[in-house]
């Protein structure tokens, strides 16, 4: 079946500008984790939804950063009023809750460029 | 709070030398993960182990869980340039939400 996708690949915008990630989990998979890569860096954890709840947001880095997620699948990380130190790749995963092996499948990510 | 640390960050070796990464994390996990990134990828998913002491191999791959459960090594015999990437530990903190406690990764480089 179709893996983890985010859209959209690239996203360039000026400071100040509000953007939207999206992420579509594979079919079935209850959790979704949103982390963010710098260049070079490994993975910042930003937040995680089982279901539509979000039981951890505490990665978030400030309250610029929001994420929703609706019927269990979709979910959009919104940043509000981005900064220069916002640009980064953003990664999100989806993961089976249930089983003992629930690694975690990751999208091709969505390459952020704050101008 | 809980950290993983891995070490080294960067290795370089010619082709066909043996390369080892390790994970420590400050306290006991449930299983530790592994994942490759190549080159501008995305983390890939390559292995959990979840016993103590448990070793598991993937052809030139062996992946080791300490017997505390509280670190992990990824060893690769006789390195090819297709083993190139960074490699992630990644471990459950235990609690039911199933965050995991990421590495920074190492990033491992091969000489042809």
């Known amino acids: 079946g179709a893996g983890v996708s985010q859209s959209p690949s690239n996203k360039v915008t000026e400071k100040g500008k509000d953007v939207e990630l999206r992420c579509d989990p594979i079919?079935?998979?209850?959790?979704l984790y949103w982390y963010r890569q710098s260049l070079g860096q490994g993975l910042e954890f930003l937040i995680y939804?089982?279901?539509?709840?979000?039981?951890?947001k505490s990665g978030l880095p400030s309250d610029r950063f929001s994420a929703e997620r609706t019927g269990g699948s979709v979910s959009t990380l919104t940043i509000q009023r981005t900064q220069q130190e916002d640009s980064a790749v953003y990664l999100c995963?989806?993961?089976?809750?249930?089983?003992?092996?629930?690694?975690?499948?990751f999208g091709p990510g969505t390459r952020l460029t704050v101008t | 709070g809980q950290q993983v640390m891995q070490i080294p960050q960067y290795q370089h070796v010619q082709e066909g030398e043996d390369f080892t990464t390790y994970c420590n994390s400050s306290?006991?996990?449930?299983?530790i993960q592994w994942y490759k990134q190549r080159p501008g990828g995305h983390p890939v998913f390559l292995i959990q182990?979840?016993?103590s002491g448990e070793v598991k191999k993937q052809k030139r791959l062996t992946f080791q869980f300490g017997e505390a459960k509280k670190n992990s090594s990824l060893h690769i015999t006789a390195t090819q340039t297709t083993d190139v990437g960074t490699y992630f530990c990644?471990?459950?903190?235990?609690?039911?939400?199933?965050?995991?406690?990421w590495g920074l990764g190492t990033s491992l480089a091969v000489n042809p």
């Open positions: 939804f089982q279901g539509n709840s979000a039981p951890d």
């Open positions: 079919s079935g998979h209850t959790a």
């Open positions: 182990l979840v016993k």
């Open positions: 995963a989806s993961s089976p809750s249930t089983g003992i092996s629930y690694e975690q499948y």
């Open positions: 306290t006991t996990l449930s299983n």
């Open positions: 990644a471990g459950d903190n235990a609690g039911n939400n199933r965050k995991l406690i």
